[in-house]
C-alpha cells in the first residue's frame, strides 16, 4: 500500500552494525557490514560481552513515506535512527542519503547536512532550558547564521503550525509535556528539513494528547510531504501512521511490511504476538483486498483504497452488496463484496490463532 | 550469611597483625628511655631536603625572578586604580551600586543590609580599607574565573589534561593558606601583587571543579539536539553546553568569590595595602581588642554581602527573564537606575563636600567603650574562663600532647605519676579493652589501646616507629596496600626533612580538636535532626560560619582566653564543628523511611530507631563529614599559629615572614600530607561502610 509515493529511495541502511563493548572494532575486519554469517557474529558478540544495539539492519526509506521503526524498549530503535544521523558512529555499514555514503562525509559536510536537510524530535523533548520557546525554534537558524529578523519570523511561522501561538515567550519549563514536544516539532521543522527523525516523540504523552498529536502530525505531513523516520514501542501508533512498518528485535529487524502485511503475514511469534490484540477492521484497506476481475461493478458507492474495512463496513450495513475501489488518482482499480470483507476478517483471525 | 561476611568475622590475619604490632609497640615503649633515637629521630638521618629547595628556588628566582617582576609591575597599576577609584568615587555612588546589585540579586532585603553594611563601615572609619579590600578581590576574582574556566575546559574536553588537573586540585585544597604565599613572595616580591595572584590562584579551583561538572552533567538529549541543529564544536560548547550548566558554574562563581576574599584577608599579612585585614592583623597583634573586633566585623560584614549577592545570582540563573517592551531606560532598569546614581551621586558630592567623602569628624569609633567592656567580662568572668581553660589544658590537651606520665601532678592530677599509679592506668585501659572486645570486637581494643597509648606518652613522648606502623596499618586495613604505602611515604617524607617533631605537635591539636568537633558536632547533629526548630536555628548560624574568613574567629577567642593551644583550640572547634553538625544531620535526615517504618512496625522505641536503625544507617555520611573536619581543622591551624601555636603551621607562617621557602614547602608540604594520608583512609573507610550497608555497590 505505499501507493503513489512508491518511487525514489531517499535514504538507505545498509548493514548496518552498531556494537558497544570494550572491543567492538574487532567484529568487523572491513567498514561494511555485510558479512556471510551474521547469526553466528550475533552470537560471538554477545558471548564476549558486548552488545549488539543494531546488527545487520538493512532497509530503504522512500520519498515522501513514514517510515516507522518499532519494537520493544531495548530492542535498538534509538541506537538505528542516532546512526542514520550519525549521532553514534555505527561499527560498520552503510548509511547512504541521497546517494551519498553519509558515513564518510567530513564533519563539514556533516554539520551542514544536519543544518539543512535533517531534523530531529527526541523523546525527551531534548529543549535548550535557557532559552525560550520562539529562541529554542530559532535556534537551529541561529547556528545557520541566519538574522535575527529572519529567524524570529520563521519561528514564529513555525510556532503557529504546531499551535503554540502565543506561548513563544515561556520558557520549556513553564510548559507541559504535550507543549514542550510541540517545541521540538517545531525547532525540527524550522529549516525545513527534507529528512525528519523522529525518536519516540509521543511516548511521554498521556494517551489523550497523543492522540491529538498523532493527528496533528498526520495533518502536518500532509502538508509538507517530508521523508520520516518514526519511532515508536506503540504498535497502534505505528499502525496510524505507518506507510511501512520495520519491527526490531534485539538489534535486528525481523519484519518489514505495509501495516496489513505485518498484521496478516506476521514473520514470526515475536511480531504475531505484537499484532494479536490489534483489530483487523482497523489495518486492512479497501486496497488490500479488492479484486480487479470487476473493474465495473454496478454500484455508485466508490471507496478510497486507504480506507479501513471498518470505514468501509457501514456501506455494506446500509444495503450496499458491492463497492467500488478508488486509487488515490481517482481511476477505479477494483471493487469488494461483503462476503469478501467477511472473509478477509475471518481468514486474517484464524491466521492470528494459528500462529 | 554471605561467605564474605563470615570472613570478616575470623580474626586473622587481620588480628594477628595487630599483635605483632602490640609486640613492637611494647618493646619500643620499654626500650624508650635508654635508645633516645626511638623517640626523637635523629638528624644523621635525615636528608638535606630543605638545603635541596633553596637550591632549585634560588636558580629558579636567578633565571626568572625578572619576568615575574615585570607581570607583578603590569599588574599593580590596574590593582592601584581601581584602588583609588573606589576610594575616591563619592560614598553615595557606591552605596548605590551596590544596593542596585544586591537587589537584583535578591531584592530589598539583602539591598538593605548592603546599605547598612556599608553604613557601618564608613561611620566607624574604615571606608577606605574596606575598599582597598574590595579593590583586591575585584582583581583577583577576574583573573581566577579565568584561570578556572580555561583549565576547567581544557579538564572537560581533554582526558589528558584532567588527568594532571583532577589531582593537583586536590593538593591545592589540602596546601595551608599561608604556604601559597611563600613562593609567590619570593618570586614577585613584597606588596600586594602578591595577594592579588595568591587569591587568584587559590581561588580557582572551585571554578574548575564546577565548571567540569556543570559541563558533564547537561543531558544528553540537550546535547543531541545541539548537534542535530548542525551546531559545529565551538558552537555546541558556548550556545549548548556552557548556558545549560549556568547554575552549576554560578555556584562555581560564588565559591571563587568566597575563596578570593579569604586568602585576600590571609595575604593581608604581607602588608602594604592598608587593607581591612591589615588592619585586623596589626591590631590583634597590639592586643587592641576592641579596634580588632570593630575592623573584624568589617570582614564580616563584606564576607556576607559578597556570599548573599552572588548567591543570589547564582539562584536567580533557573529564573525566567520578564522581556521588557519600551525605550533603551525601561529594557535595561538595572544599568540605567546606576547610571542615575553614578550621575546623582556625583553632582550630590559637588554640591556638598559631605557627599563626596564621609567627614572625619562624624567617624563614631567606640574602641575604647569595647576595650572596657571587654575588660569587665574578664575581670568579672575570670574564674569560669580560666577553670574551663586549666581543666581543658590539664586534663585534655596537655596529655594529648607530652603525655599524662609528664603531665600528671599532685598539683593538677592529684597524684604523682609514680610506677603505682602508671600500673593502675594500664589496669584500667585492660578494663576499658575488655569492655571494648565485648560490645565491639577486636577493632574496639586496637583502638582503645592506640588511644591509651598516645593519651599516655603525648603525640611527641610516642615512639615515632610506633606512630609510623600504627597509622600504615591502619590505612593497609581501611584501604589497601596503596593507600598504606602513601601513608607510609607520606609520614617518611617528615621524618626525613626533619618536619616530625612539628607534624606531632600539629598532629595533637588537631586530633584534640577533631574529637571535640566530632563528638559535640555530632551530638548537635543528632538533636537537630530530631527537632526542626533546632534545625532552623542552627542553619543560618552554620552558613555564616562557614563563609568567614578563617582570621575573624581569632579574634574573639583571644579576647577571652589570651594567646595559647587553648585559644587555637577553640577557634579550630568553632570553624570545624560545621561539617560535623550539617553530614550528621543530613546522614540522619536522609535514611530511606522505609527501613525507619520497618522498625517501627518491629515495635521499636524512637530512641531503638535513632541507635539501631538511623546512626547506623547515617554512619558513611557523618564519615564524609568527619573528614571535612578535619580538612577544615587543618585549614584553621595554620591560620592559628597566629595565636602562638606551635607546630607546622607557626614553621609555614614563620617561613613566610622569613621568606624561606624550603622550610615553607617542608612545612606546607608535610600539613597537605597529612590532610590527604586523613582523607584517603577517612574516605576508604567511608566507602567500604557504605558497602557493607548495601548503599552503593
Ligand atoms: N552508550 C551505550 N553503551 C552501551 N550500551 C548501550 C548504549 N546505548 C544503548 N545501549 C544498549 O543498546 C541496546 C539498544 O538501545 P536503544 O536505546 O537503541 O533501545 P530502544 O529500542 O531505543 O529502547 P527504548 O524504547 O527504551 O528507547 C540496549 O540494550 C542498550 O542497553
Ligand atoms: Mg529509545
Redesign the pocket.
Known amino acids: 500500500m505505499t501507493g503513489a509515493d512508491d518511487q525514489e529511495v531517499k535514504l538507505t541502511c545498509r548493514h548496518v552494525w552498531?556494537v558497544?563493548?570494550p572491543a567492538a572494532d574487532r567484529f568487523f575486519t572491513s567498514g561494511k557490514g555485510d558479512v556471510a554469517d551474521a547469526a553466528g557474529l550475533i552470537e560471538s558478540i554477545s558471548e564476549s560481552g558486548h552488545?549488539g544495539?543494531?546488527c545487520d539492519v538493512t532497509f530503504d526509506v522512500h520519498f515522501g513515506e513514514i517510515f516507522v521503526i518499532m519494537?520493544?524498549?531495548?530492542?535498538?530503535?534509538?541506537?538505528?535512527v542516532?546512526c542514520l544521523s550519525r549521532l553514534?558512529e555505527p561499527t560498520a555499514g552503510e548509511v547512504i542519503l541521497d546517494g551519498e555514503d553519509l558515513l564518510r562525509v567530513s564533519r563539514d559536510k556533516l554539520i551542514d547536512i544536519r543544518r539543512h536537510k535533517m531534523g530531529m524530535v527526541f523523546?525527551n523533548f531534548g529543549l535548550l532550558p535557557h532559552l525560550s520557546v520562539v529562541e529554542n525554534v530559532a535556534f537551529p537558524l541561529q547556528i545557520q547564521g541566519v538574522t535575527k529578523e529572519k529567524r524570529l519570523a520563521r519561528a514564529m511561522e513555525m510556532i503557529d503550525l504546531v499551535g503554540l501561538g502565543g506561548r513563544e515567550t515561556s520558557y520549556p519549563r513553564q510548559l507541559s509535556g504535550g507543549q514542550q514536544q510541540r517545541v521540538g516539532i517545531a525547532r525540527s521543522l524550522a529549516v525545513e528539513p527534507e529528512l525528519w527523525f523522529l525518536?519516540?516523540p509521543f511516548?511521554a504523552l498521556d494517551p489523550l494528547i497523543r492522540r491529538q498529536m498523532q493527528d496533528e502530525f498526520l495533518r502536518l505531513q500532509q502538508l509538507l510531504h517530508k521523508t520520516i523516520v518514526f519511532?515508536t514501542?506503540d504498535f497502534l501508533e505505528a499502525l496510524r501512521l505507518a506507510d511501512r512498518i520495520a519491527i526490531?528485535k534485539d538489534?535486528r529487524i525481523v519484519q518489514i511490511g505495509t501495516p496489513a502485511e505485518v498484521v496478516m503475514q506476521p514473520a514470526d511469534d515475536y511480531v504475531s504476538e505484537f499484532t494479536q490484540d490489534v483489530p483487523r477492521v482497523k489495518v486492512i484497506t479497501a486496497g488490500d483486498i479488492a479484486t480487479s476481475a470487476d473493474l465495473h461493478p454496478a454500484t455508485d458507492d466508490v471507496v478510497d483504497e486507504h480506507a479501513t474495512l471498518e470505514e468501509i463496513m457501514p456501506r455494506f450495513a446500509a444495503g450496499s452488496d458491492v463497492v467500488a475501489v478508488k486509487s488515490g488518482e481517482g481511476a477505479i482499480v477494483g471493487s469488494i463484496t461483503a462476503q469478501m470483507v467477511l472473509s478477509a476478517l475471518a481468514d486474517s483471525h484464524a491466521a492470528g490463532d494459528a500462529a | 550469611m554471605s561467605p564474605a561476611h563470615l570472613r570478616a568475622r575470623l580474626p586473622a590475619p587481620n588480628l594477628l597483625v595487630w599483635l605483632v604490632f602490640g609486640v613492637l609497640a611494647i618493646l619500643c615503649l620499654i626500650l624508650r628511655d635508654d635508645e633516645k633515637w626511638l623517640v626523637k629521630y635523629p638528624k644523621d638521618w635525615m636528608l638535606p631536603i630543605e638545603a635541596g629547595l633553596e637550591f632549585l628556588m634560588d636558580w629558579f628566582t636567578a633565571n626568572f625572578k625578572p619576568f615575574f617582576r615585570l607581570i607583578s609591575d603590569v599588574l599593580e597599576w590596574p590593582m592601584r586604580g581601581l584602588q583609588a577609584l573606589l576610594q575616591a568615587s563619592p560614598w553615595p555612588v557606591t552605596i548605590a551600586i551596590v544596593a542596585i546589585i544586591a537587589y537584583a540579586a535578591q531584592g530589598w532585603r539583602l539591598a538593605a543590609f548592603c546599605i547598612a553594611s556599608l553604613f557601618y563601615m564608613m561611620i566607624v572609619g574604615y571606608w577606605d580599607e574596606s575598599m582597598s579590600t574590595l579593590a583586591l578581590v575585584g582583581m583577583s576574582v577576574p583573573l581566577s574565573l579565568m584561570i578556572g574556566f580555561v583549565m576547567g575546559l581544557l579538564g572537560f574536553q581533554f582526558r589528558w589534561a584532567r588527568r594532571v588537573i583532577e589531582p593537583t586540585l586536590d593538593v591545592m585544597q589540602t596546601v595551608p593558606t599561608f604556604a601559597y604565599l611563600i613562593p609567590i613572595l619570593i618570586l614577585f616580591g613584597i606588596g600586594p601583587v602578591v595577594g592579588m595572584v595568591a587569591s587568584a590562584v587559590y581561588a580557582s579551583p572551585p571554578m574548575v571543579r564546577n565548571l567540569m561538572l556543570g559541563l558533564q552533567r547537561v543531558p544528553d538529549n540537550v546535547i543531541e539536539s545541539g548537534q542535530m541543529s548542525g551546531c559545529s564544536a565551538f558552537q555546541l560548547l558556548f550556545m549548548v553546553r556552557i548556558p545549560a550548566a549556568t547554575h552549576t558554574i554560578m555556584i562555581g562563581v560564588n565559591q571563587t568569590i568566597m575563596a578570593a576574599l579569604a586568602m585576600v584577608i590571609i595575604a593581608a599579612i604581607i602588608g602594604g595595602f592598608a587593607d581591612i585585614g591589615w588592619e585586623v592583623l596589626s591590631t590583634m597583634r597590639k592586643a587592641q581588642t576592641g579596634q580588632s573586633l570593630l575592623a573584624g566585623l568589617v570582614i564580616v560584614l563584606i564576607a556576607m554581602m559578597m556570599d548573599r549577592i552572588s548567591r543570589g545570582f547564582a539562584e536567580r540563573t533557573g529564573e525566567i527573564h520578564v522581556r521588557r517592551s519600551g525605550n533603551y531606560i525601561a529594557r535595561h532598569p538595572w544599568l540605567s537606575s546606576m547610571a542615575t546614581a553614578v550621575v546623582a551621586g556625583t553632582l550630590l558630592s559637588w554640591a556638598a563636600p559631605v557627599f563626596s567623602a564621609y567627614p572625619e569628624a562624624w567617624i563614631i569609633y567606640p574602641a575604647e567603650d569595647l576595650n572596657q567592656a571587654v575588660s569587665w567580662f574578664t575581670r568579672n568572668f575570670f574564674d569560669t574562663t580560666d577553670a574551663i581553660k586549666t581543666y581543658t589544658l590539664y586534663f585534655f590537651m596537655l596529655p594529648m600532647k607530652a603525655g599524662l606520665e609528664r603531665i600528671a601532678r599532685p598539683g593538677s592530677w592529684g597524684f604523682e605519676m609514680t610506677t603505682m599509679a602508671s600500673v593502675i592506668y594500664w589496669v584500667i585501659l585492660v578494663a576499658i579493652g575488655g569492655l571494648a572486645a565485648r560490645l565491639g570486637g577486636w577493632r574496639s581494643v586496637v583502638a582503645v589501646a592506640l588511644l591509651g597509648i598516645l593519651f599516655y606518652y603525648g603525640a611527641s613522648g610516642t615512639p615515632w616507629p610506633v606512630f609510623v606502623v600504627a597509622v600504615t596499618l591502619i590505612a593497609l586495613q581501611v584501604g589497601g596496600w596503596k593507600v598504606a604505602l602513601f601513608a607510609f611515604l607520606g609520614m617518611a617524607f617528615m621524618l626525613l626533612s626533619g618536619a616530625w617533631p612539628r607534624a606531632m605537635l600539629s598532629f595533637y591539636l588537631t586530633a584534640t580538636s577533631v574529637i571535640i568537633c566530632f563528638v559535640a558536632g555530632g551530638a548537635l547533629g543528632i538533636w537537630a535532626a530530631q527537632n526542626d526548630r533546632v534545625s532552623a536555628v542552627l542553619r543560618p548560624i552554620n552558613d555564616t560560619l562557614q563563609t568567614m574568613p578563617l582570621f575573624v574567629f581569632l579574634i574573639p577567642v583571644v579576647m577571652v582566653f589570651l594567646v595559647g593551644d587553648f585559644s587555637a583550640l577553640l577557634a579550630i572547634i568553632m570553624y570545624a564543628i560545621v561539617p560535623a553538625i550539617r553530614y550528621t544531620e543530613h546522614g540522619i535526615r536522609q535514611v530511606d523511611p522505609v527501613a525507619i517504618e520497618a522498625a517501627r512496625m518491629m515495635g521499636c522505641t524512637e530512641r531503638q530507631i535513632l541507635w539501631k536503625v538511623r546512626l547506623p544507617l547515617a554512619i558513611p555520611e557523618i564519615m564524609v563529614g568527619l573528614n571535612q573536619v578535619v580538612m577544615f581543622a587543618l585549614a584553621m591551624l595554620v591560620i592559628a599559629a597566629l595565636v602562638g601555636t606551635k607546630g607546622l603551621g607557626q614553621w609555614v607562617y614563620d617561613s613566610l615572614t622569613n621568606a624561606r621557602f624550603g622550610q615553607g614547602v617542608i612545612a606546607g608540604g608535610s600539613m597537605a600530607l597529612m590532610a590527604m594520608i586523613a582523607d584517603r583512609i577517612i574516605q576508604s573507610w567511608a566507602a567500604s561502610k557504605k558497602r557493607d550497608l548495601g548503599l552503593s555497590t
Not at chain 1, 519494537?71 to 535498538?76: A, H, K, N, R, V
Open positions: 552498531k558497544y563493548g552488545i544495539a543494531a519494537g520493544l524498549s531495548g530492542s535498538g530503535k534509538s541506537t538505528i542516532r553514534v523523546q525518536d519516540e511516548s519511532i514501542h526490531m538489534g
